[in-house]
């Protein structure tokens, strides 16, 4: 499947995955980050407001 890509285009893909990577770690480090409970929990509630508002119209 790959070879049906143009030149290149792999490769920058994989550039772009370990910068994320990286970015990804140094906030890690950083401590800037949530748990997944917690992402979770406020979606959930997002989705709750969400729907309590579309229900009063």
């Given at each position: 499947?790959?070879?049906?890509?143009?030149?290149?285009?792999?490769?920058?893909?994989?550039?772009?995955?370990?910068?994320?990577?990286?970015?990804?770690?140094?906030?890690?480090?950083?401590?800037?980050?949530?748990?997944?409970?917690?992402?979770?929990a406020e979606g959930?509630?997002?989705?709750?407001?969400l729907l309590k508002?579309?229900?009063?119209?």
């Amino acid at each position: 499947m790959s070879q049906d890509l143009p030149q290149g285009t792999q490769e920058d893909y994989q550039a772009f995955l370990a910068e994320k990577v990286r970015l990804g770690r140094e906030d890690i480090a950083a401590g800037r980050m949530v748990s997944h409970e917690q992402v979770v929990a406020e979606g959930e509630a997002r989705r709750a407001a969400l729907l309590k508002r579309l229900g009063k119209r």
